[in-house]
């Protein structure tokens, strides 16, 4: 390997034999950057090399470009895009609730096929550290306090095992479905040991890949790059839509080519809920043909806080609620559901030549950077530490989403809230996405599995607890719900991954039984289900 190549994760990066620091100034001042070395002359050596070889690899001019742009998207937030707007063409949507059983079946045969085959790959994207939980590691490591313990990634991982166990009883093949994790610069080496110390649970090794997603200088309103010490550029992740780019500068794609992989499902880490390399949802994108999927929830009530799926001029694009007006948000067609009801749940199908296409430089450059005014901590002329009360600059992203407008043959699949979408975002305490939240609506899913299996549950006292009422259910009146709702939360209800993946295979195991809760399913080491109950 040349000298002047490094290896950093799966990133390579090329490290200058000698600083020049002169070529150094004279790029920076051309950039209107040159207060970035201004405390050069006080630095170690050790933290000029360092320093050096940060600024070295940034493109100024490429991220002045992004400043600009971004500070004429901020003259335009408060534009409304309402006669923009078209609704989602009735041929590209399917729902879950609106479908048969038996092209339910076909759907899943047909991605069970494409997993059995090992051609899908699932991609987390987990860079956020968990700010708003109050921990500092990775929210994949969370724990919500279920019986078993269990985290976000381990939960993740048996299903994957799961699921490919399903695909092998499908297909008679066994088959394997890689894990690629996005990480950031602060979460990659805890993920790492994290999965390692854990021995990877139970996945291979080789199957669950690491990389990093890029960063991007925080600046200032007056176009100034902040620096967060005098030797290092206060920086912040590209966002989740930095997905692209972190692809073309890693291993990831090349790798994903060497396995064979022809579809993506791409996913956040923080639903609990979340059914990676989904049968279902892939033999539905693959049914449509479609090189670009988006799996959603329908939207509560019109004014709720959730991006959502239609088509601006023409193309696909998920626009935020603060984008349209209240009288289009309450807009409803003549069944009586909102007009504009496809609620993003960051939860995504990519064939592999879309992936490729979209990460291309050509492609990847057109993606337009969401702008967030920041609080952004920083070092003054003075070398004195700055906590700012205001925002005082800005920090741009990309949303993963943003390539729908790429793609031509889109799919969007609509799933039931309760069973696939409960995100953790805040602390126990906030009104939602909370540890307590994700913890209940997994017990209520996981108690109306064992339902429809045929089990039931009852109190101490053995009297029964009426079953829970489902969003399908026909004859669930407004009061029923509210009354189930309530009598669920008394109950405690986990069936491990590895014993079933949506549901299924619970009936020869709980039909017509009884069962005092908490109720905890999970299969020892030999395969064997073990169903505890009550005090036992």
Known sequence: MPSNISIEGSKILRVPKTMDVEALKQRLNGAGQGHLLQFWDSLSSEEQTAFFNELSHMNFEEINGFFETAMQSLKHVADKIDDLLEPLPADVCGSVTRTDHQKQQEYTATGLQAIGSSSVAVLLLAGGQGTRLGVGYPKGMYNVDLPSAKTLYQLQAERILKVQENAKEHTGKSCEV??????????????????????????????????????LPCIGFDGKIFLANPHKVALAPDGNGGLYRALRSSIVLADMERRGIQYVHVYCVDNILVKMAD???????????????????????????????????????????????????????????????AGNICNHFFTMDFLKMVSDPSQESQLKHHVAKKKIPHVNAAGEQMKPNEPNGIKMEKFVFDVFHFTTTFAVWEVLREEEFSPLK???????????????????????????????????DGSPIPPIASSNSSNAGAGDSQRTCEEFNEIVCEVSPL??????????????????????????GAGKVKVTNGTS
């Open 178 to 215: 890689p894990w690629y994790i996005m990480t950031s610069e602060h979460t990659k080496e805890p993920t790492r040991q994290f999965f390692a110390s854990h021995n990877y649970f139970g996945l291979k090794e080789s199957n669950v890949v690491l990389f990093e997603q890029n960063l």
């Open 426 to 460: 805040n602390a126990d305490g906030a009104a939602k996405d909370t540890p307590t939240t994700c913890r209940s609506d997994l017990y209520n899913l996981h108690r109306s599995w064992l339902q429809r299996a045929g089990a039931t549950f009852t109190h101490n």
């Open 499 to 524: 014993v079933s993946y949506g549901g299924e295979g619970l009936d020869t195991i709980v039909h017509g039984k009884s069962f005092l809760p908490p109720v905890c399913m999970e299969r020892d």
């Open 279 to 341: 049968p279902l949802f892939l033999g539905f994108c693959i049914n449509k043909g479609a090189n670009c999927g988006a799996k959603v929830v329908e939207k509560g009530f019109p004014t709720e806080a959730v991006g959502v799926v239609c088509k601006v001029e023409g193309k696909y694009q998920v626009v935020e609620y603060s984008e349209i007006t209240l009288p289009t948000a309450e807009k409803r067609n003549s069944d009586g559901r909102l007009t504009f009801n």
